[in-house]
């Protein structure tokens, strides 16, 4: 079945370093991934997505791009701060079927001042 | 903006009791869903519904049931309830593919609800 398997943490930086969360799947025909982020206490919220091979999603200066030859997702951001420590996770959706999300088991980003 | 409630944040129940999680989303959306989130294991699906009366079961049922009597609300319930089901439950909802809200399979979650069982 379908899979996501991402880094272990905890990843521990200093402010201003450059992040890089590896994520790698498999699955069946072409799905849609995802990047979504827990902040403490919180549920979880949609960081990017990217839909097709070669697509780039991006926000809040995160990155990552849908790479089908080796099957990866690799979240980036140049310049980390304090206020992105929080739990990453990969997911990946499907084209058929309900949408399913099939998530990674989360990587916690910790960045000191 | 897309919002998804949960009746609680936090719940302390005892071994045996039946116990009520609530979902509540405004968003119109089609498909909602149920995950239990356990340290080191990520999120798993227990069940999710793709329409009023409808449910599908998901990774992880046993133990569990739904309700979706409404198409904004969504229960989970859990008939017996046993220490190891002690977790963190996150209701999620989505449009279908193509629809408005953020393309296709893009989950809208909940704040979750911090469940403990004694």
């Known amino acids: 079945g379908d899979s996501v398997t991402q880094m272990e943490g905890p990843v521990t930086l200093s402010e201003e370093a450059f992040l890089t969360i590896n994520c790698t799947y498999t699955?069946?025909?072409?799905?849609?991934l995802f990047w979504y982020v827990q902040y403490p206490g919180e549920g979880l919220q949609l960081l990017l997505k990217a839909t097709k091979a070669d697509d780039k999603g991006s926000n809040k200066g995160f990155e990552a791009t849908y790479r089908k030859e080796t099957t990866s997702f690799h979240l980036e951001k140049g310049s980390v701060q304090v206020s992105d420590s929080a739990v990453y996770f990969c997911a990946l959706s499907s084209p058929v079927g309900f949408q399913k999300l099939v998530f990674g088991t989360g990587t916690r980003l910790l960045v000191s001042p | 903006d897309v919002k998804v409630t949960q009746s609680s944040r936090y719940l302390v129940k005892r071994t045996g009791e039946k116990v009520f999680l609530e979902c509540v989303q405004d968003?119109?959306?089609?498909?909602m869903f149920w995950y239990r989130q356990d340290p080191g294991l990520g999120l798993r699906l227990i069940y999710f519904s793709y329409d009023v009366k409808m449910k599908e079961k998901g990774d992880i049922p046993e133990g569990y049931s739904v309700s979706r009597e409404k198409k904004e609300r969504f229960s989970l319930i859990l008939e017996s309830a046993s220490t190891n089901q002690t977790s963190m439950y996150l209701c999620?909802?989505?449009?279908?593919?193509?629809?408005?809200?953020?393309?296709?399979?893009?989950?809208?979650f909940g704040p979750g609800t911090r469940l403990l069982v004694l």
């Open positions: 968003m119109d959306h089609e498909n």
């Open positions: 999620a909802s989505s449009s279908p593919p193509g629809g408005l809200a953020g393309g296709p399979g893009t989950q809208y």
């Open positions: 699955a069946t025909g072409y799905p849609s």
